[in-house]
């Protein structure tokens, strides 16, 4: 597909990448090098896809190597210098969720790409997933009517009882290089299925709270209610979670409902006819939709250009609303939007 794309991995220590290296491979990429301090790391890259030559830090690489696209897996707060050095260069990024730790990072990427005309796209995992992309097709039918509330759950028990790495772990308990807890790990991922049906939020209120991880120094639970003009979203996230409990989204409108398990990828469709529910089949993603980078090579090669969910403009949108919930947080209150 891409046998002239070459591809440069910037940052390993976010686990992610380890699923998406695979992804990358089945474009057709060449894989050129990666960077990353930790020899560990770097090491696994080369033995397990061949990686030639890695180098300790992005910028290095990007100078040394003659790259089209980096895959961005640092920690969220190095997102930022990642992307700057690449569009600097004229490299096109792929950044792993969310944008950044802050708003203000978020903005330096944005600019970053836009003076430089390159393409800069946030991977959000659940958008390639067919229940979400259902969902908004039945949605924008009309079958439930206006959308009156939309709610998100998500989470898991934890990075360390979920088996993430050493390395994933170090700065995931780290409020600075994280931007915060659970709340930016999970919360994310909600905000951005609420602006799929839901537009100009007004304010926003949230709590977070350490509440059975006391030894960390960051939430492992939090709460967002997102205001709208005529509308509302919660947004659940959690790092407390035990078993497979389901990630639940509900579409909620005027003349009915919609429901979906991102665990067992069902989608349930409410409404007064069929008040027990009614199965949404839904159909697999067609190629070129399937992964991120899949998606990407596509939409580059075609000229085309990157749609939502995963733009870097709804990335920015998703990051404002996070950066007003740690605000509210913060300062116990409610926080109106637009962030002046």
Known sequence: MAANLRLGFAGLVHDH?????????ETGVEFVAAADPHEPLRQRMQTDFGVARTYQTIPEMIAAEELDIVQVTTTNADHADAVEAAAA??????????????LAQA??????????????MINWPIAWQPIYKKMREVAATGAIGRVLQVKHRGGHSGPRSFGCSEYFTDWLFDAERNGAGAFIDYSGYGVNIVLD????????????ANLAQSADPVDDNGLMIVKFANAMALVESTWTEQGAIPWNTF???ESGALMADYRSR???????ANRAGTPVECESMPEGYRN???YFV???????????????ERGRAVQEILQAGLDSIAENREVALPLS
């Open 107 to 120: 903005d330096r990427m944005l600019a970053a790409a836009e003076r430089a005309g390159t393409r800069l």
């Open 298 to 312: 596509v939409r580059l090669l075609a000229g085309a250009p990157i749609e939502n969910p995963t733009t870097a």
């Open 197 to 208: 049906y839901l537009s100009d939020a007004g304010a926003v209120y949230a709590h977070a």
């Open 266 to 272: 069902d989608l349930v469709q409410f409404d007064q």
């Open 89 to 102: 260069a004229g490299v096109h990024c792929v950044v792993e969720k969310p944008m950044a730790a802050t």
């Open 17 to 25: 990448v380890w699923d998406l290296a695979p992804q990358w491979r």
């Open 251 to 253: 579409v909620l409108g």
């Open 292 to 294: 991120a980078p899949e």
